[in-house]
């Protein structure tokens, strides 16, 4: 595995939602290696474990990575008191990105919460042939819909509540635009229920699909064997490390049931 330990500079940091931070940080080395879908692992004073983020998004020319993470634990709160000016001791590239080789292909992506900022590199790379379908609890939650404009993609906002978009689930949103429009390939990411469906959908129509999983983790690169998922081998079921076989699989090779 191709890795680095890179000590780099926040270089701006926001709140874009309540509890969800955007920061960009400097880390030449590590913004070099990466690809789509990737995470990296990050040092957090006084824990032992570092924490997982995805990457939102990276420039090789200017050495920058871009995370968006949410407030969720210990870790993640004391990383969100970090200001920019402040220093970030990172590791990564870590894990298995997403496969994109045709730009000219109609792509799908469905989000859900906190596993969307790893979808918007995505978007960015089909530009005006992908249709983003992200959900989130309210309209105050939403985050990224002006990146996803952006970058060209046509974009579909559900709220459970119905504050905002389309009133329901993106599985109920993702299947209505199916059945409309159709697609030749699907990526997503987000809450594992959402995922579920998402695959269920894309199986029965014969459409490659590829999911981010989350899970939690200990080491990030493959040793602690604590994130662990079932997958379908040449032999039946069997586990796979997400933080290293993963974190995307193609949504045929997970056991969703297990």
């Known amino acids: 595995m191709r890795y680095t330990q890179e000590t780099g500079e926040i270089l701006q940091k926001k709140e874009i939602a309540p509890g969800i931070y955007d920061i960009t940080v400097n880390l030449p080395k590590i913004a070099k290696a990466a690809s789509v879908g990737q995470f990296v692992n990050i040092y957090c004073g006084g824990f032992t474990l570092r924490r997982p983020i995805s990457l939102c998004g990276f420039d090789q020319k200017l050495g920058t990575v871009r995370l968006v993470f949410e ?14 000016g402040d220093m970030l001791d990172v590791v990564g590239p870590l894990g298995h990105g997403f496969s994109m080789t045709d ?10 919460g906190i596993g969307t900022p790893p979808l918007l590199p995505v978007a960015e790379f089909y530009r005006q042939n992908a249709v983003v379908i992200t959900g989130f609890r309210t309209a105050s939650a939403a985050i990224l819909q002006q990146d996803f404009a952006a970058a060209g993609a046509k974009t579909i906002l559900c709220t459970d509540d119905g504050s905002a978009g389309y009133h329901g689930f993106t599985t109920q949103a993702f299947e209505e635009y199916l059945n409309e429009k159709g697609c030749d390939i699907i990526y997503t990411c987000g809450p594992r229920a959402m995922m579920k469906g998402v695959a269920k959908l ?30 379908k081998g040449k032999k039946g079921m069997q586990y796979s490390r997400v933080c290293l076989n993963g974190p995307v699989f193609s949504a045929s090779e997970v056991d969703w049931d297990v």
Do not use: F, N, P, W
Not at 71 to 84: F, P
Not at 103 to 112: L, Q
């Open 202 to 231: 894309a199986l029965e129509r014969g459409i490659d699909c590829q999911v981010s999983l989350e899970e939690r983790m200990g080491c990030g690169v493959g040793a602690c064997m604590c994130c662990v998922c079932a997958t």
């Open 71 to 84: 407030v969720r634990g210990e870790g993640t709160k004391c990383l969100a008191e970090y200001s920019a």
């Open 103 to 112: 730009s000219a292909k109609k792509a799908v992506i469905v989000g859900g």
